[in-house]
């Protein structure tokens, strides 16, 4: 049986409310009041409580924009109640006012009524679910609190029973139970040793449960779907789309060269211990770390794979300023993403099982984390993440090249997400960008000394884009040569 609906017409013009009462007629589920003077509408409100507000714009006692303001103020009893603009014309500008001052809805008037009582049963049903969720929310907190106080009056009682066992128990910790002539002192004493010994072993579960999800984070068995680690099975998997993110240090092993076992181990964990978090403030899951490096997937996409990406370098940033502090020398970490799809699972035998990650997919991102080193970005990605994106135009990406990495046969198109990089490269690669652009045209037009123009440009006011120069080397290479029909801009990573 569907939820009455009441409606609520704020309106100085009779016949309008006459012409919604009238279309609302016959629906009987459906309550209908009027109001025309605006100046009345919290009143009307308080007495028959609807779930859906229709307000005209154009009242004389009150601007309309101004009562839907208030009417969404924090402080007013109608600031969740939907509330639709009845408008006499169809102005974007006035739609736009409308809905920035709160309004729900905009109908110019009069609406079509099938449209109407589409509308206002919509409305209506998301205020009263709203109103049930709120109820259960708030139900959920009373007997949240009911539990608590449960819960502190059996401590009460464990506190004093424990207070027997160590011969220190006074009469009035438990007046109540002092004053019973039953074995009840006898059973807090064995109460209190039950609970001393409950507490021991839930300490040692707790203890366990925190051991097992460092090897097996909770992310990890809620996407396998299943209740409990030992729950999960040698060969149980998850086969999606996802997005899958490789990541390492530069230089780690000339960083390394320098430090004892212990402290390669200690600038490890302090790294990761900065970055990983990230991954699972961004839904991700760390799939394996591989040494100075680790893997990641993230179930819902490109999105949080790139926030997260954005976010580990900031952290990197964070830790470098420390690390200069102390003259240690600053570290750079690089990045790819891929979107595709994958099985992540469990692999190995009976004795010894791990989480992965395997297709095609995750080695092609394994390669393209490598070619940050090739062309000095934080962050790469794919010409198919980008479009798995839902805003893309959020982010500041140039396109660098197109590109055959090891085990594939067709070419992909990598960017680099300049929001990854620090300000004073972001800004030169920005300031760059055009110029770039204009070579990369260049060059696919096989206008190559164009290209080497811009590019020259492009290292004139930042030498240290190490894709520009790899364009001019290239370039340098191309005139040499007989340039084919055939020529297409690919390149490989051998070519480098």
């Not at 629906?27 to 209908?32: A, G, K, Q």
């Not at 154009?58 to 969404?72: A, F, S």
């Not at 080695?363 to 805003?391: D, M």
């Not at 396109?399 to 990089?421: C, D, H, M, P, Q």
Request: proline content about 3%; aromatic content about 8%.
């Amino acid at each position: 049986m569907s939820e009455p609906i009441t409606v609520l017409l704020i309106d100085d013009q009779t016949i309008i409310a006459e012409a919604v009462e009238q279309m609302l007629a016959s629906e009987s589920d459906i309550r209908f009041y009027s109001c025309n003077n605006p100046l009345q509408t919290l009143k009307m409100v308080e007495a028959h409580q609807p779930t859906v507000i229709l307000q005209d714009l154009v009242m004389p006692q009150i601007e309309g924009l101004l009562l839907v303001k208030l009417l969404r103020s924090s402080d007013a009893p109608t600031h969740q109640i939907p509330l639709i603009v009845l408008s006499s014309k169809e102005d974007p500008i006035i739609k736009a006012q409308a809905f920035e001052s709160g309004a729900n809805d905009y109908l110019v008037k009069l609406p079509d009524r099938v449209e109407l009582l589409a509308r206002i049963r919509y409305h209506s049903r998301a205020y009263t679910n709203l109103l049930k969720r709120q109820e259960a929310e708030a139900q959920l907190r009373q007997e949240n609190e009911e539990q608590a106080l449960y819960i502190q009056q059996v401590n009460k009682i464990t506190d004093a029973a424990f207070a027997v066992e160590q011969n220190q128990f006074e009469g009035n910790h438990l007046d109540e139970v002092v004053d019973r002539s039953d074995e009840l002192g006898q059973l807090a004493r064995v109460f209190t040793q039950m609970v001393k010994t409950v507490k021991v072993r839930e300490a040692e579960l707790e203890r366990l449960k925190d051991s097992l999800a460092r090897f097996f984070p909770e992310e990890y068995l809620q996407f396998l779907r299943k209740d409990s680690v030992i729950d999960v099975q040698l060969g149980d998997f998850v086969s999606k789309t996802m997005a899958v993110m490789f990541s390492d240090i530069r230089s780690f092993t000339t960083i390394s060269e320098n430090m004892t076992p212990r402290e390669n181990f200690d600038f490890i964990n302090a790294y990761l211990r900065r970055v990983s978090p990230e991954i699972r403030n961004h839904y991700g899951i760390i799939v394996k770390f591989l040494g100075d490096g680790m893997m990641a997937v993230f179930p819902d996409g490109a999105d949080d794979a790139i926030a997260a990406g954005i976010a580990k370098h900031q952290r990197v940033w964070e830790y470098n300023q420390q690390r200069l502090a102390r003259g240690d020398r600053p570290i750079q970490i690089g990045i790819g993403i891929h979107v595709g799809h994958m099985m992540l699972g469990m692999v190995g035998e009976n004795n010894r099982i791990q989480g992965d990650a395997f297709s095609d997919n995750v080695n092609l991102t394994s390669r393209l984390e490598g070619l940050t080193k090739i062309y000095g970005s934080a962050l790469l990605v794919t010409g198919q993440t980008l479009e798995q994106l839902s805003n893309p135009e959020s982010y500041q990406v140039r396109f660098l090249v197109n590109t055959l990495v090891k085990g594939r046969t067709e070419s992909i198109a990598v960017y680099e997400v300049l929001n990854a990089e620090i300000e004073a490269v972001r800004a030169l690669k920005l300031r760059t960008l055009s110029d770039f652009e204009r070579g990369i045209a260049y060059y696919q037009d096989r206008a190559f000394s164009e290209a080497k123009a811009c590019f020259k440009q492009v290292l004139d006011i930042h030498p240290e884009d190490r894709t520009a120069q790899l364009y001019c080397d290239r370039i340098d290479v191309l005139l040499t040569q007989d340039i084919p029909d055939t020529w297409q801009d690919v390149w490989s990573a051998e070519t480098f």
